[in-house]
């Protein structure tokens, strides 16, 4: 079993819905949480960080963390063409070493 | 201030040739990386540099050798190349220094190799 599943989609949606990717892992130790942006024939782009339990807000996007049931999650509000792209959760304990997902594609149909 | 950069942006080997990317950092960063991307694998590591002077290795690191060369620097090498390697590479670093959030990792946009 790996440490971070993430379901890789494709997962497409009209614009303006609301998105919700997800994943779960194993390690208990995981203390930081980030999501990662990725567009095609790109470098990954840190998009939110979140510190042990909790919601955060950035504009139209939530990270949600819920470390008794070792699960996040990314809200994508109003969504745009211009969110289509791959989208990696990735976490790590008291390391500098990142564990990440598989990645989730997004597409948002105009 | 360029992040992080990284060369070439496209190769193609033949099996049995070596090669060395190169990857650099202007953030201040202690820490640097690297990564292969394989379809349906995610970033997986390969090696990586907690400081200047130091590195270790990751998930994947059969077929590679790496070297900090210093604070900015951290190059890869496949010495000979096999079409298992055939990957897109990418860089990264992380803080403390720069401003930047610990932890968090910095990507470079990426190497995209061929072994034939």
């Known amino acids: 079993q790996k440490e971070v599943e993430q379901d890789p989609g494709p997962l497409s949606v009209p614009e303006g819905a609301i998105v919700s990717l997800n994943c779960t892992y194993s390690?208990?130790?995981?203390?930081?949480f980030m999501w990662y942006r990725q567009y095609s024939r790109k470098g990954p782009e840190l998009l939110m960080y979140?510190?042990?339990?909790g919601n955060k807000e950035d504009g139209r996007f939530t990270a949600q963390v819920d470390k008794s049931s070792k699960y996040i999650s990314l809200f994508i509000r109003d969504s745009q063409p211009s969110d289509s792209a791959t989208y990696l959760c990735?976490?790590?304990?008291?390391?500098?070493?990142?564990?990440f997902g598989a990645g989730t594609i997004l597409r948002v149909k105009s | 201030n360029a992040g992080v950069t990284q060369t070439p942006k496209f190769q193609v080997l033949k099996t049995g040739q070596s090669m060395t990317l190169q990857c650099a950092q202007d953030?201040?960063?202690?820490?640097m990386y690297w990564y292969r991307q394989d379809p349906g694998m995610g970033l997986r590591l390969i090696y990586y540099?907690?400081?200047?002077?130091?590195?270790d290795k990751g998930e994947v690191p059969n077929g590679y050798n790496v070297s900090r060369l210093n604070k900015r620097e951290f190059s890869l090498r496949l010495e000979s190349a096999a079409p298992s390697q055939t990957s897109v590479y990418f860089c990264?670093?992380?803080?403390?220094?720069?401003?930047?959030?610990?932890?968090?990792?910095?990507f470079g946009p990426g190497t995209r190799l061929t072994v034939l």
């Open positions: 990735a976490m790590s304990g008291y390391g500098n070493k990142l564990v």
């Open positions: 990264a670093s992380s803080g403390p220094g720069g401003g930047s959030v610990i932890y968090t990792q910095y």
């Open positions: 979140t510190y042990s339990s």
């Open positions: 953030m201040n960063h202690n820490s």
């Open positions: 390690n208990s130790a995981f203390q930081y």
């Open positions: 540099s907690a400081s200047e002077g130091t590195t």
